[in-house]
């Protein structure tokens, strides 16, 4: 794994050896790649890596959303992985808790709700043709 503490809390049933940024088969399948997470032990909806300086992986839809909407128990103050890369990054509001996050999320909201990207539609529709034209003419994409 990594030289990383293994935290005495964590059973070491829950730990894995896995790195989200290479897990195993990314260059062939990356679908199969994170099926490899899953495949260790089905039953296991939250696993423990010391990859990337240790974090919590959640491997179902029910864990994920309560990572998700639980902010007491799952903060988004530190969201970049490893991390001691998240302190210097101020991603408002996604590293930002309830209440704060509230203010942040009607103003981002009136922009980004449908009606208001709906209305955008034929000038996002006329950049995105302009830069694949652009793609095209180019032959190539990076």
């Not at 989200?20 to 790649?33: E, K, N, V």
């Not at 999320?105 to 006329?126: C, E, F, S, W």
């Amino acid at each position: 794994m990594t030289d990383t503490v293994i935290p005495a809390h964590i059973p070491e049933s829950l730990i894995r050896d896995f790195n989200i940024y290479t897990p195993p088969g990314l260059d062939d399948d990356f679908h199969l790649a994170w099926a490899t997470l899953l495949q260790e032990d089905d039953s296991c909806p939250l696993v423990w890596t010391a990859a990337n300086e240790g974090h919590w992986l959640p491997t179902r839809s029910a864990i994920i959303e309560e990572v998700l909407t639980d902010f007491t128990r799952f903060s988004s103050r530190s969201i970049i992985i490893p991390k001691s890369h998240s302190a210097d990054h101020g991603l408002l509001p996604t590293t930002i808790d309830p209440p704060e996050h509230h203010f942040y999320r009607k103003t981002l909201n009136q922009t980004i709700a449908p009606a208001a990207v709906n209305a955008m539609g034929d000038d996002i529709r006329g950049i995105v043709t302009s830069l694949i034209d652009g793609f095209a003419e180019k032959g190539e994409c990076n």
